[in-house]
């Protein structure tokens, strides 16, 4: 599977690139990694909760934005290479009892000195696969949450959907709902590598909720891509773009396959005793979402983030990126969420049992918890921020006292050396080339004990 390599990209000095797809977590979401998140940190969490909002500058009045992220973990299928937290045999009972158990976490946090009294400023609702629950479902948790954090200031609820699941019914629901932007995790648009993927709907049931959720007027519909999935081609994805082209959605996200310990496509390789995963390689993978993009923009459209365009950056936002970029508190309930309040990161209980009945017994299900220091703090928002092509180098050096161009002096000159980097003054911008491999050169930012193991 090879297309031709984007130019800029062949033509970088930096050192030579891994190709083929191994088994490993990939894309950077946080920072310091998941993996130093400790259960012994967890009393630091807990104190946390028990002081006032953080200033959301240093010496600032303001207290930090709030948002809030729901975890649904219920699934009609798992897909081959899903490596979230999912199930797909629980009754209704269950659904229910979680539902409860979420409205139990939310009420705790609710009444802690940490909230202070902020109302949300963005909801989130991922999966999982939340167009799982009924409209009934969906109502008695919606209406129990703005019981306890009020969402008459939310600027965003972003509610993530599984095209098979929707009827128009349900769809009407969550518009009904307030939903701001629907997701839809369409994937991709050949049925047979829908099915080879183990993904549960089909073009047609994309085709039919697409339609719907444009005539009963979503604010925002984005629809998720993924390039390089099993069985992939050159010419299926060409189709594949060429028809996400047409739907004319408000935003893209195009993800790079990867290969996750916790697949059932790495328990394949492992059985079979292989190192390489059966998905496309790194530069491949690169290609294709360069040919996505450059498709999109001959109609106008922006590249905003490494894995993101828009159809008109001036309407289109995603107020939850923006605060999880900076440093914004996320309250974050459900099995195995993440999570992030007064500085100190936090992850509830990854199995279903545990994390229900802790709620049951009036306890937190915090599992694993981190406080990062200074530094720490700096790098993450910074790597973030440069996940979105560009970045102010004024905006850092006020929040964090020191100018990023002499805290990340080494990083940013070996990346500028390779040709990832542009400059403008004031910004820190990357380009097109760096963007499309930016979680692997986030690594040069990594203090060296978080650096355990390279990205392709």
Same mark, same amino acid.
């Given at each position: 599977?090879?297309?031709?390599?984007?130019?800029?990209?062949?033509?970088?000095?930096?050192?030579?690139?891994?190709?083929?797809?191994?088994?490993?977590?990939?894309?950077?979401?946080?920072?310091?990694?998941?993996?130093?998140?400790?259960?012994?940190?967890?009393?630091?969490?807990?104190?946390?909760?028990?002081?006032?909002?953080?200033?959301?500058?240093?010496?600032?009045?303001?207290?930090?934005?709030?948002?809030?992220?729901?975890?649904?973990?219920?699934?009609?299928?798992?897909?081959?290479?899903?490596?979230?937290?999912?199930?797909?045999?629980?009754?209704?009972?269950?659904?229910?009892? @979680?539902?409860?158990?979420?409205?139990? #976490?939310?009420?705790?946090?609710?009444?802690?000195?940490?909230?202070?009294? %902020?109302?949300? $400023?963005?909801?989130?609702?991922?999966?999982?696969?939340?167009?799982?629950?009924?409209?009934?479902?969906?109502?008695?948790?919606?209406?129990?949450?703005?019981?306890?954090?009020?969402?008459?200031?939310? #600027?965003?609820?972003?509610?993530?959907? #599984?095209?098979?699941?929707?009827?128009?019914?349900?769809?009407?629901?969550? $518009?009904?709902?307030?939903?701001?932007?629907?997701?839809?995790?369409?994937?991709?648009?050949?049925?047979?590598?829908?099915?080879?993927?183990?993904?549960?709907?089909?073009?047609?049931?994309?085709?039919?909720?697409?339609?719907?959720?444009?005539?009963?007027?979503?604010?925002?519909?984005?629809?998720?891509?993924?390039?390089?999935?099993?069985?992939?081609?050159? #010419?299926?994805?060409?189709?594949?773009?060429?028809?996400?082209?047409?739907?004319?959605?408000?935003?893209?996200?195009?993800?790079?396959?990867?290969?996750?310990?916790?697949?059932?496509?790495?328990?394949?390789?492992?059985?079979?005793?292989?190192?390489?995963?059966?998905?496309?390689?790194?530069?491949?993978?690169?290609?294709?979402?360069?040919?996505? @993009?450059?498709?999109?923009?001959?109609?106008?459209?922006?590249?905003?983030?490494?894995?993101?365009?828009?159809?008109?950056?001036?309407?289109?936002?995603?107020?939850?990126?923006?605060?999880?970029?900076?440093?914004?508190?996320?309250?974050?309930?459900?099995?195995?969420?993440?999570?992030?309040?007064?500085?100190?990161?936090?992850?509830?209980?990854?199995?279903?049992?545990? @994390?229900?009945?802790?709620?049951?017994?009036?306890?937190?299900?915090?599992?694993?918890?981190?406080?990062?220091?200074?530094?720490? %703090?700096?790098?993450?928002?910074?790597?973030?921020?440069?996940?979105?092509?560009?970045?102010?180098?004024?905006?850092?050096?006020?929040?964090?006292?020191?100018?990023?161009?002499?805290?990340?002096?080494?990083?940013?000159?070996?990346?500028?050396?390779?040709?990832?980097?542009?400059?403008?003054?004031?910004?820190?911008?990357?380009?097109?080339?760096?963007?499309?491999?930016?979680?692997?050169?986030?690594?040069?930012?990594?203090?060296?004990?978080?650096?355990?193991? $390279?990205?392709?």
């Amino acid at each position: 599977m090879t297309v031709n390599p984007v130019p800029s990209v062949s033509a970088t000095k930096s050192p030579p690139l891994a190709t083929a797809t191994t088994a490993g977590n990939y894309f950077v979401a946080n920072y310091p990694p998941f993996a130093f998140w400790k259960p012994e940190f967890v009393p630091q969490f807990e104190a946390a909760l028990d002081r006032a909002p953080a200033p959301a500058l240093p010496n600032g009045a303001a207290p930090a934005p709030l948002g809030v992220y729901c975890h649904v973990p219920f699934c009609r299928k798992r897909c081959h290479f899903c490596y979230f937290k999912v199930y797909t045999d629980k009754d209704s009972s269950e659904v229910r009892g @979680y539902l409860d158990a979420l409205l139990k #976490e939310l009420a705790v946090y609710a009444g802690k000195p940490v909230i202070g009294g %902020r109302k949300p $400023r963005f909801v989130y609702f991922g999966g999982g696969t939340p167009s799982y629950l009924s409209p009934d479902q969906l109502r008695f948790l919606t209406e129990g949450m703005k019981r306890l954090l009020p969402w008459d200031e939310v #600027e965003e609820i972003t509610f993530e959907a #599984e095209p098979g699941t929707l009827t128009d019914h349900k769809l009407q629901a969550i $518009r009904d709902l307030g939903v701001t932007r629907l997701s839809l995790g369409i994937e991709h648009f050949d049925d047979h590598i829908l099915e080879i993927n183990g993904r549960a709907h089909r073009s047609k049931e994309i085709a039919r909720a697409y339609a719907y959720a444009r005539e009963i007027g979503f604010p925002q519909i984005n629809i998720d891509l993924i390039a390089g999935m099993v069985e992939e081609t050159e #010419e299926k994805w060409r189709e594949t773009v060429a028809k996400a082209v047409e739907l004319r959605p408000d935003s893209v996200t195009i993800y790079q396959m990867e290969v996750p310990f916790n697949t059932g496509i790495y328990q394949q390789m492992k059985s079979a005793g292989k190192l390489v995963a059966p998905v496309a390689d790194w530069e491949t993978k690169r290609g294709w979402v360069d040919y996505a @993009y450059r498709e999109f923009e001959k109609l106008g459209y922006t590249v905003t983030s490494g894995t993101t365009v828009v159809r008109d950056a001036r309407q289109v936002k995603f107020v939850y990126r923006e605060g999880l970029f900076s440093g914004a508190d996320i309250l974050s309930i459900g099995v195995a969420s993440f999570g992030h309040l007064h500085g100190v990161h936090y992850q509830n209980h990854h199995e279903f049992q545990p @994390y229900v009945d802790a709620v049951n017994a009036g306890k937190l299900p915090v599992y694993r918890a981190l406080r990062p220091d200074a530094e720490e %703090r700096y790098i993450r928002e910074f790597i973030l921020g440069l996940k979105l092509g560009s970045v102010s180098a004024s905006h850092y050096a006020g929040k964090f006292g020191k100018d990023p161009r002499e805290q990340f002096a080494g990083p940013l000159a070996r990346l500028n050396a390779w040709g990832y980097l542009t400059n403008g003054g004031d910004r820190i911008g990357v380009t097109r080339a760096g963007l499309l491999q930016i979680d692997r050169l986030l690594h040069e930012f990594f203090k060296p004990e978080h650096n355990t193991g $390279r990205y392709a």
